[in-house]
T-cell receptor, first 116, second 113 residues
Framework: NAGVTQTPKFQVLKTGQSMTLQCAQD?????MYWYRQDPGMGLRLIYY???????DKGEVPNGYNVSRLNKREFSLRLESAAPSQTSVYFC???????????????FGNGTRLTVT | GESVGLHLPTLSVQEGDNSIINCAYS??????FIWYKQESGKGPQFIID?????DKRQGQRVTVLLNKTVKHLSLQIAATQPGDSAVYFC????????????FGPGTRLSVLP
């Protein structure tokens, strides 16, 4: 049981280049999330997907797009990378759509992205 | 907005001692809390959670205490080991999908030999 798997682990891009970060979970979770983590800023939500076929903006969506390919996979795309997008990106999943059933987020190990 | 924060940014303890990491929250309606451990170069790892109908919950070498009166929770790690060195933060799930989890900034635990 791998949990949440992210690829690639590391990436260096030049300003203006595009790339897609991949995420897959094998826990049959309904909800999936993309976060970025910057020093002193904590985790900030970029986009989330409540269920297969739906996506919504989070706190910092500008410059990103997402695709919920199926229940397992949720990708994050940078169309034109900027140095401000240098960060560590975490994908996460959760089984329940609200906290009534009290389920935690499960995170992947991140993609470390540098934009020069 | 509501916030979940930590009292101390760093904590150093001797190997074998007990560690206590604190977290304050501001939303009195919160009814569920999660503790995460994040080791260097890794993603946050779920440690333990607690519901508001409980004051205490124990796991393997970890105990979470919840004081709803003062809106405070703590994570206690017994017999701290070098492998416990990490950043620990508390989190509060949203009421629904439209809201974000509220994460504390984290406390870095350093275990001294």
């Amino acid at each position: 049981n791998a949990g949440v798997t992210q690829t690639p682990k590391f990436q260096v891009l030049k300003t203006g280049q595009s790339m897609t970060l991949q995420c897959a979970q094998d826990m049959n979770h309904n909800s999936m999330y993309w976060y970025r983590q910057d020093p002193g800023m904590g985790l900030r939500l970029i986009y989330y997907s409540a269920s297969e076929g739906t996506t919504d903006k989070g706190e910092v969506p500008n410059g990103y797009n997402v695709s919920r390919l199926n229940k397992r996979e949720f990708s994050l795309r940078l169309e034109s990378a900027a140095p401000s997008q240098t960060s560590v990106y975490f994908c996460a999943s959760m089984s329940s759509r609200n906290k009534v059933s009290n389920s935690p987020l499960h995170f992947g190990n991140g993609t470390r992205l540098t934009v020069t | 907005g509501e916030s979940v924060g930590l009292h101390l940014p760093t904590l150093s303890v001797q190997e074998g001692d007990n560690s206590i990491i604190n977290c304050a929250y501001s939303n009195s309606a919160s009814d569920y809390f999660i503790w995460y451990k994040q080791e260097s170069g890794k993603g946050p790892q779920f440690i333990i959670d607690i519901r508001s109908n409980m004051d205490k919950r124990q796991g393997q070498r970890v105990t979470v205490l919840l004081n709803k009166t003062v809106k405070h929770l703590s994570l206690q790690i017994a017999a701290t080991q070098p492998g416990d060195s990490a950043v620990y933060f508390c989190a509060e799930p949203p009421d629904n999908y439209g809201q974000n989890f509220v994460f504390g900034p984290g406390t870095r635990l350093s275990v001294l030999p």
